[in-house]
């Protein structure tokens, strides 16, 4: 009983501290798509800002771990999500493009970083019984939040500061569980061994195009659903909610189908099988409870795409390299976050709102195509005993820190020292 408190107390931090920042930035994002769009902005004006947030993230993502390296978890914890807070708050206070566009990238740069500590402290101080336990837990609590958290909409004005004054507030507040946590933070691990990514891409090239296209797909989901519920009037906090639901309930099934079956064939099945919910959205528009049907279908199997993508790239890599390889895709999905917005907001706007799940199509069929051309060209898939366990990834989370399979390899080469 002692141990299971020690357990549970040493997460507790952590984890409500992640969950705080995610019921901050997640409806955030569904907040000011909202106000852009009744203050006039046209959508690719919209999409210029969302991308903003989708390039910090990316450069968060690839910067931020020598700083924690250099000053710890919890300082660098307190130190980026301060600064995410004074974003918020300086967005609500000057209205204008451009600087919308500065504070949505520092804001990205600080939420990349913030992921990036907390997942990284939750697996540092894990271990190879505890690793999987911990790792659901996370996957949870960002799921869980990103969805309910959407719920916020329905009692807050999205046209008044109250939206920004809330976000910072939580955002705020996410401090104080890891600056008061009384459980001695773990240090921070030193980089794996590195290869070309050439070389990687010759191995998997489906998993880099994989991890592209969920990039180019759920950053538009994100910047742009609530736009399109504003087009059709139907609940905006209730459609985003929906979708990230699907996103979390379906992964496990797929992802235990792909642990039996070979990987690309399910990656392929899956992104053919995104075009009937997303074509059926534009022709059933007037139909409400179908769109949230659809909608919850679409959140499953778009956000299947990335971690199924990532696993199937450790089945084809040496396990001394999943570190470098899943940090590597994890910047390749953030590239195609930051395409993403720019592509579907001039699809929108040229065309109508409801193209957007035209394009969301469009994207998932080109990968379906080019997956069965390499399955084509490479007909032997991996081996059951040899593939790697599916790894359930929240979109935009940086793998490389997410993965336990990371971890353990590390442990190994410390061994073998």
Known sequence: MKKLLSFVGALFSPLFSIILLVCSSAPFMTFITVRMKEQ????????????????GYLLGSARVEKLIRRIGFIRSFAVFGALYCASVTIQGLYFNTILWILCRFIGGFCVSALYIIISSWLLVQSTPQTRGKILSLYMIAIYASQSFSQLFLNIINPLSLAEFLFAALLGSISIIPVAFTYYQTPEPQ??????????????APLAFIGSLTAGLILSSIYSFVPNYAHFVKISVPLIMMITLAGGFVLQWPIGLISDKLDRRKILIITSFTVLIPAILIIFLSAYTEAIYILSFILGGLTFTIYPLSITHMCDKIEPIYITYATSILSLTYGIGSVIGPLI????????SPSALYLYIAGVAGILAILGIYYKIKRPISTPSLEKSEYIPLAGGAPSSELDPRTQEESEKEEDQE
């Open 40 to 55: 006039g902005f046209n959508d690719a004006t919209v999409s210029y800002i969302h991308s903003a947030f989708y390039a």
């Open 190 to 203: 030193r980089p794996g061994p590195r290869k070309k990514i050439a070389e990687m891409y010759k191995e």
């Open 344 to 351: 579907s907001g001039q699809v929108m706007e040229y065309i």
